[in-house]
């Protein structure tokens, strides 16, 4: 079965400082990794996925993240923090490519800006 | 991409009571999803609505309680059955195309009351 941790349910960091989101998984097969953005009041927003091919995979807003298959992590980072960037943060895992609509989700990492 | 309504943005319910959420596709879409959001908590699968037939639901999660519809392939609904305060939550309807990963709605906030 899959899993997904997010280490950490807050994090805050000040404008301009490096956001560093952690998250680890658990899968039998090669997983397919995504990180969610949900900003207040507000649906789930893509910010980037793992499937295939380069580890380093870059999202919107300037948020990067790399797989690293052997430390089953999937960590989210941006250099420089935005106010904007404050919201819920979400990482996901799905063991079907053709299927990325059923996912398991982490607990979810608030991300608190402060100026 | 596509977009996803749903309707009604949020509600508050009496226990007892039912509530029908509709979830429409601007673009066909291959796979639709509901998923729930429990206060402060993430987000847990309820089941994939299947075009034209029964709904498989996720353990823990019964067609009586949830009854799917989807009768296209641009439109779904999710309806929450003999409402009690513990279904109040986030209900969010999901979308996959071809070749795509999956887009939210923005969501249905149900309170029961």
């Known amino acids: 079965a899959q899993s997904v941790t997010q280490l950490g349910s807050h994090v805050s960091v000040s404008e301009g400082a490096l956001v560093l989101l952690r998250c680890n998984y658990s899968?039998?097969?090669?997983?397919?990794l995504f990180w969610y953005v949900q900003y207040p009041n507000q649906g789930l927003q893509l910010l980037l996925k793992?499937?295939?091919?380069?580890?380093l995979v870059k999202g919107i807003n300037g948020f990067e993240a790399e797989f690293k298959k052997s430390e089953t992590s999937f960590h989210l980072t941006k250099p420089s923090a935005h106010m904007s960037d404050a919201a819920e943060y979400f990482c996901?895992?799905?063991?079907?490519?053709?299927?990325?609509?059923?996912?398991?989700f982490g607990q979810g990492t608030t991300l608190q800006v402060k100026p | 991409s596509a977009v996803i309504s749903q309707k009604p943005s949020r509600d508050i319910c009496q226990r007892g009571t039912s509530l029908t959420i509709q979830c429409q596709v601007d673009?066909?879409?291959?796979?639709m999803f509901w998923y729930r959001q429990q206060p402060g908590q993430s987000l847990t699968l309820i089941a994939t609505?299947?075009?034209?037939?029964?709904?498989?639901?996720e353990s823990g999660f019964v067609i009586d309680k949830f009854p799917i519809s989807r009768p296209n392939l641009t439109f779904s609904t999710l309806t929450v059955s003999n409402m009690s305060p513990e279904d109040s939550s986030i209900y969010l309807c999901?979308?996959?195309?071809?070749?795509?990963?999956?887009?939210f709605g923005q969501g249905t906030r149900l309170t029961v009351v």
């Open positions: 609505a299947n075009q034209g037939s029964e709904a498989t639901y």
């Open positions: 673009s066909q879409v291959t796979m």
């Open positions: 899968s039998s097969v090669p997983p397919y």
């Open positions: 793992y499937t295939t091919g380069a580890t």
């Open positions: 999901t979308g996959v195309g071809m070749n795509t990963e999956a887009f």
């Open positions: 996901a895992v799905s063991d079907n490519p053709s299927n990325t609509g059923k996912l398991i």
